[in-house]
């Protein structure tokens, strides 16, 4: 989000503490736009709700709504990617307790198949967007500060394999996060059109894949 340069700099006597100031009220307006979007998604369905309407509901131009979300899809990340967010302690604590990396990966993503169950009406429209914005978070720009959801946690766990002994370490762990990313991305793709896949098997054979490799079994 572009600012003025008036706007970049403190006024005189104001010990800095500006940008923090404006910060906070900007990533207030971005939950309540979010917040709104996420209860009307819920309440009408995705596809029904305009951004028209949401800028209404939530009491704000149109203009203010596109310059923090230009399309729905970026309201339902930035509701989730909140939600991980605020989650993250908790999972990091309770996946801490398991003996590696592998069995935290697999404790994680089965434990998020439930809620992807409860919200698969709101998942596949959230999914469609990550797709479409996946060069956001892949490539070697894209560290630990840039980014948010899943990928950090992903991110998260691997950098602690690396640093344990689990994980390789002779690549770099974003390019393992971009991997395994687009492995999880593809695993629900999938499951998006089949309805009728396990999601938990598959996320299990997908674990196999990215932590066994994809070629045959070796026999002596």
Not at 165 to 188: C, I, K, Q, S
Request: proline content about 4%; charged content about 25%.
């Amino acid at each position: 989000m572009n600012q003025a340069a008036s706007d970049s700099t403190p006024a005189a006597g104001d010990d800095g503490a500006a940008p923090g100031r404006r910060e906070r009220k900007r990533q207030q307006l971005a939950d309540h736009l979010a917040d709104t979007a996420w209860d009307m998604f819920q309440a009408f369905g995705f596809d029904a709700v305009s951004m028209e309407a949401i800028a209404e509901a939530a009491d704000v131009a149109k203009a203010t709504l596109y310059k923090h979300f230009p399309v729905k899809g970026a309201l339902l990340s930035h509701r989730l990617h909140r939600e991980l967010a605020e989650g993250a302690p908790r999972y990091r604590a309770e996946l801490a307790r398991l003996p590696d990396t592998r069995a935290r990966f697999r404790a994680y993503l089965q434990a998020s198949v439930d809620w992807i169950d409860g919200h698969k009406a709101l998942f596949a429209p959230y999914v469609r967007y990550r797709l479409q914005t996946m060069m956001e978070v892949v490539g070697p720009d894209a560290r630990v500060e840039q980014r948010s959801g899943t990928s950090a946690i992903f991110l998260s766990l691997l950098t602690h394999g690396q640093a344990i002994g689990d994980v390789r370490r002779d690549v770099d762990a974003v390019a393992l996060t971009d991997a395994f990313h687009a492995l999880y991305l593809a695993t629900l793709t999938r499951w998006l059109v089949e309805p009728t896949l396990d999601l938990r098997a598959a996320f299990d054979r997908m674990l196999d894949i990215f932590f066994g490799g994809a070629g045959q079994e070796r026999r002596p």
